[in-house]
């Protein structure tokens, strides 16, 4: 109800293009496209009325475009039932979207430098964030990684927005042959970056914040969490992060997150409950951190 | 057609029948973004444990055909912060709460009754069974065993405000749920409702593992509501008096009239809130529409109907 | 690469894992017109009784979600007619026959268990415990008191030929299942089935009527998938040596994989058989294709693979 | 796997038209239009791979050609969520198809007179019955109701086909106002008939067979009963029927019908178990019943 909550809509599919290894839908949704802020995500029901996949999808927003109201584009990579079906869709066909969702990427408030490190289809929503962080006067670097060349990210649109763009590839077959993190270490030295940005598997996020913690340079996560509701009701999406306080708290990260502090994110516990996590079992809190949970609110 | 919505559940007045299953939609709070919370029923709350509790590890859910896994072990803030944040929110929107509990023994069943039914404003108190039993050697829950269940209805039923009506929480996979619905009744339940997650499984065929941690989890979906509303249909037609709170796989308007022609008073929506996060004012919509389009007029003579021949035919 | 699919049932040895599941595909004839009845592991046969039976009322069936309710009431024509006309029949196609048998009483069982293993060719004898006790007063299934399930299979294991396995079809809802397949393995079963379908109901929304007659039916398909896999799991984890058929939603070779990484030596296919008659076939070519991609050389090698960490990652 | 089996195809469907209140879906399937004989029906999955609605719908087959090899067409009204999704597929779109299942009609062997009553859907397999009588010479004479006249059946193909066609609809808006067994008897006098078929709901074949019955003309009904497999696995669609011997039995209304000699089925007992039915409670069999059933096969 609120006017930057997200909206659930039923939205036609404008088009749906082949992109390397990746689909790409844009789908007609000026409510979720006028609320957008870069690294927020929508989720998307699969299968029809009648499926038996009954949970929502969720897709990181790529682009949003003025046209027709305004419109929201996703990319994705077909992994099982729900993404094979998305890429059957077809031009007018509706789709049930909800979003846009999560908590976005902070930007800064001065030009500084930024570098924006992608894994796989966890590139999608660096770029809207590079045109944000551009438009604030910032200098973006790009460091994408992928397990093979079609699984890398928009590497023409990277190369364009950013003042440098370093590609890695698993197998070599494009860039640099390794990871991400083989670079970014050089990447941030030479760019002076102030901070980095990150989207992609757990592994790949830890490492980043590794790095970025050798050189002293801040770090967002965006994190790739299953998700079955999207909007903070179902607690499945939880992992374990460090408050303000000092208490770690078991998070939701479709609300709380998708991006955090990478500092902040307990990444050697996830999947896990630490025992010093709030409420973990045989956790004792204080009156005073039971105070304080009081005064937090939901995001 | 003015259709008369209202139902009963015992003492409490609900302005419809359709509620939120406990712990499908937190205490109101994410879902009012998507619709107006104090149309609906009630908002049944995550069911809220004496201390904050960090619940289960991670995977904590896999999809199922028409259903999911999950297993979250009851994650949330305490009664505490509950009280204090969370259902004043609630009712500050004009919302009904029913608020669901669950203790690690008697004693704490007994304070949560007591704290909870002295804040002002609750509809009703619901008593999750499904909670191990520390009395029992193999772990089991307390629904699993009637003694058991009707022990803790009874120490929630003396604690709790006598105008706040308490309804236990019961499973569908228990030996009897009539023997364990008449024992929560005998123990001065003022309802039932039913039927809370079943217990699962599934593996995850990449990694050859359980897919959710600690390898048990609970159905819940479209896929079990054969087996709630075998349950509603049978409580029912054994105790026909008692008011029930029917759920299970609830998605449409239409299996709101399943479960209330099974006998059901209200009905409950629960993982249908995680794939549609406006189902509850849709289910609404169309329960009422249905209802219309019978030409009943009143919702709650729509109770039982399948146990009468002819009703509504 | 040249995947070994035997697999072992006790003393019986099946070429590989996939069967029918009993009451799903008849003795095997109507199926043969969609594929080779001799290249799956095995035909379940629908659960034989001593005398013809005409079954249940109609309507029979109801269509669920990812599931159906069904209650045909073991209709049959008797032991007779299928020892003289439908086992030859599988029999002279190839095929291998489990034979699924149903009694009224211990004395139906025995007589049963011998003349069905007196018949050449007979693999395996399936003991259907979903059946009416006469000497339970509230009218429950063998299968719902491990001591009279386990009378069942005592019996029908003394009366069969020594060198013909007996299985133990077990139900998922019971109070236990683990202590129901402990108390059936000391009767000296073979191995277990698991499981028949689930107690369940849906009621018609435009007669508000019960869908099926008689009101509870028994729900199968992809919808109790994980009630069976938790089944299997726990069993398999109590009694590791005892070989399991699992089923309940199998639909796919990923879903063998499943079953069998979660216990089961071998995979019933049921509802799916009415969904796509040549199931049986496809599941064996998928769960052999993925076998194959994971690089196991042995089906057998599968089992309770989710039991250990680190197989077949 | 034998040669007049039924067969299983993913076939293209080649195109889906509206006729008045029905779909009508031409499929390219040879296999099954080569064994087609009149009165057997298809059955269709519904759905896609991963929907939650598992049983297959069966459908008389309406029609027949030679055209890409063989297609197959048949017509329907939306009822629930299987017709709602069928009446949705465009040509190219793949279906699950089994079939022909069931017992057809049985022809006669001389050019003798048939009358032809259909009631709503149920008219569709009179059609390629209709053709097959004319082959042989017979006459043929059409009776068709329906509700309204949007869902009277092709009545220009029956007028075309046959010497005379009758309609009736409930509320008069189409031919007469009433039921098909209102003008049956005037029928079978004026067209001197020797044979009626039948197909549409039960109420409507049990008044069929009565009529007919009372002119002394032999009946063959077609019945729509719900059906789980339609191969004769499931023992969901059995109807009470009377055997040569007199015995009556719970036969399989998918593969011992949909085609039964209407005096032989017992109208009256459908939905139930009569008590004298072979098995049921309470039966005592002879030996020689007994026997006699081993002796009889699956059709
Ligand atoms: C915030 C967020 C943003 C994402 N953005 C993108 C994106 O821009 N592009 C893209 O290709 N993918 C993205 N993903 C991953 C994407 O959601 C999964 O690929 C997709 O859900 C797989 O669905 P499926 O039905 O094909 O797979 P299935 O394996 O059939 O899915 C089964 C269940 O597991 C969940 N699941 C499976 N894989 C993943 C995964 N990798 N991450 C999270 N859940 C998963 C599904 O949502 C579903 O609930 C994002 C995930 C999250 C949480
Ligand atoms: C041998 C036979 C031939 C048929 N031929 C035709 C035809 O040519 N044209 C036509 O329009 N209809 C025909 N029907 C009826 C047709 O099968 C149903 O209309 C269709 O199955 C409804 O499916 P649904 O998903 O839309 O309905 P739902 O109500 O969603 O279906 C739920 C379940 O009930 C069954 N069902 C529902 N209605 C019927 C019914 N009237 N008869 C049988 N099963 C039903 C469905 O198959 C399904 O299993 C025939 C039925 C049979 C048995
Ligand atoms: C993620 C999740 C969390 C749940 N948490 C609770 C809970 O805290 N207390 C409770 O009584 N039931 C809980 N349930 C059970 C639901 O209230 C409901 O009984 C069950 O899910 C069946 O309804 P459904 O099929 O509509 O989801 C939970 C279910 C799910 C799926
Ligand atoms: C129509 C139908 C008839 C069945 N008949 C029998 C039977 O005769 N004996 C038996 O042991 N199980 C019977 N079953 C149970 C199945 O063998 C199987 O255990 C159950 O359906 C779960 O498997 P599925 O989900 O693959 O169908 C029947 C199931 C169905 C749906
Ligand atoms: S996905 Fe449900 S709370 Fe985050
Ligand atoms: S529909 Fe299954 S036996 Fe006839």
Known sequence: ?299 | MNTDLRIRLGPAELPNPVVTAAGCAGAGRELARFFDISTIGAVTTKSVMLEPHAGRPAPRMAETPSGMLSTTGMQGPGVDVFLQRDLPWLLSRGGRAIVSIAGTGMGEFGELARRVSEADGVSAIEVNLACPDPADPGGRYFVDDPASAAAVVSTVRSHARSDVPVLAKLSADVPDVVELATACVEARADGLSMINTVRGMAIDTRTLRPAVAGGIGGLSGPAIRPLAVGCVYRVHEALPDVPIVGMGGVRTGEDAVEFMAAGASAVAVGTTNFSDPSACARVLRQFTEALESRGVERAVDLVGAAHRSGVGA
């Open chain 1, 1 to 299: 109800m609120s006017d930057n909550g997200p909206v659930q809509i039923r939205c036609p599919v404008l088009n749906v293009r082949r992109v390397d290894a990746y689909y790409a839908i844009t789908v007609v949704a000026p409510g979720v496209a006028e609320r957008f802020r870069s690294g927020q995500f929508v989720t998307v029901g699969v299968g029809g009325d009648h499926s038996s996949t009954l949970l929502r999808r969720p897709f990181a927003i790529h682009d949003v475009k003025p046209d027709y109201g305004g419109t929201v584009e996703f990319l994705f990579a077909v992994r099982g039932t729900g993404t094979a079906w998305l890429s059957e869709r077809r031009s007018r066909d509706l789709l049930d979207v909800v979003g846009p969702l999560g908590r976005p990427f902070p930007l800064p408030r001065d030009p500084v430098n930024c570098v924006l490190v992608g894994g796989g289809s966890g590139s999608a929503p660096l770029f809207p964030l590079a045109q944000a962080l551009r438009r604030r006067g910032c200098r973006v670097d790009f460091v994408l990684g992928a397990a093979s060349s079609d699984r890398v990210f928009s590497a023409i649109t990277a190369r364009r927005v950013a003042e440098t763009a370093v590609f890695t590839t698993d197998d070599g077959s494009f860039g640099t042959r390794g990871q991400v993190t083989d670079v970014l270490g050089r990447v941030i030295e030479e760019a002076r970056s102030d901070a980095v940005y990150a989207c992609g598997p757990m592994p790949m996020l830890r490492a980043v914040t590794a790095v970025a913690g050798e050189h002293g340079v801040p770090v967002q996560v965006s994190v790739e969490e299953t998700m079955a509701c999207g909007t903070g009701i179902c607690m499945t999406c939880v992992i374990p992060v460090v408050g303000e306080d000092g208490v770690t708290r078991m998070v939701r990260s479709c609300v709380d997150g998708p991006v955090f502090r990478g500092e902040r994110v307990r990444f050697d516990d996830v999947g896990s409950i630490p025992f010093d996590a709030l409420g973990a079992p045989g956790w004792k809190g204080s009156k005073a951190a039971r105070a304080a949970e009081s005064a937090r609110d939901i995001a």
